[in-house]
């Protein structure tokens, strides 16, 4: 079974420790959520994972493999990383930028082949872009741009997909939307974490929530177990309203515990 595991990773920036010593195992038909206030280490985390950054301390297996020890060549086509709010300067269309998702399933020099097209096709289409294909990347709003990247990724065909809030700057179709593909996707074998600062699209589609806090794991579980009134007080200084809904529990942030307490 396809499995991505940090063993006791431990990660320093500039000399100051950012993780220390987080487990987390990630396997095939999950979704789960890494959720936690500013600062917290969500994004080195997620760099770290898809080996983008040295470790200090411990490990990342990829099939109980170290991932130190994996080609380059086989990182591409396995885990695919998306990275928060990225630019794209170059000025290619659409189709291109999506097009570069197959790279990794590419000789080098060669041209895209059926298969190829096939998956970039299917890409947009369930990023609904098909409707930017021209556009150049530049052009477009932070969005559209974001669904365009997130259909690179998926068109590369990844057995592990690693987003960065995949969700920031969507309006609320496009993040409902986003969230219900990455379940799909989930839903059809793939491993997918997912760094999310909306607790109530965490809560409401993650089968599993990661709470990072000053570097550490504090909470690891079902979403309201790992969003309950007390880790949201400690990690993010707040107070939610929960409900049900369609047969599903959900929360609403509600409140700053700070102003709570001046009232």
């Known amino acids: ?124 289409r369930a990023t609904e872009t098909t409707g930017l294909l021209e556009r150049p990347v530049p052009t477009l709003s932070d969005g559209e741009r974001a669904r365009v990247l997130l259909a690179r990724c998926l068109a590369g065909d990844p057995e592990i997909l690693l987003a960065d809030e995949p969700v920031a700057g969507l309006d609320p179709y496009h993040a409902l939307k986003v969230m219900e593909l990455l379940g799909l996707r989930a839903a059809s074998g793939m491993a997918v974490l997912v760094v999310l600062h909306d607790l109530a699209l965490a809560a409401r589609f993650c089968e599993r929530l990661v709470l990072l806090a000053d570097g550490r794991v504090r909470a690891e579980g079902a979403p309201l177990e790992v969003l309950s009134p007390a880790h949201l007080a400690e990690s993010y200084g ?14 609403v942030p509600w409140s700053r515990l700070d102003a709570e307490a001046r009232r």
């Open 238 to 251: 707040i107070r939610a309203q929960y409900g049900q809904a369609d047969g599903r529990h959900y929360l």
């Open 1 to 124: 079974m396809i499995q991505l595991r940090a063993q006791g990773m431990t990660v320093a920036l500039g000399g100051r420790p950012v993780l220390s010593g987080v487990d987390l195992t990630l396997g095939a038909g999950q979704l789960v959520g890494l959720v936690g206030p500013n600062g917290a280490g969500k994004t080195t985390f997620l760099r770290a994972m898809a080996g983008l950054m040295p470790l200090r301390g411990g490990q990342v297996l990829l099939d109980e493999r170290p991932l130190a020890e994996t080609s380059r060549k086989e990182r591409a086509r396995r885990i695919a990383y998306l990275p928060q709010r990225q630019q794209v300067e170059w000025p290619l269309s659409v189709r291109r930028l999506v097009e570069l998702g197959r790279i990794p399933h590419l000789e080098p020099w060669a041209k895209p082949g059926g298969a190829d097209r096939a998956a970039v096709e299917q890409a947009l």
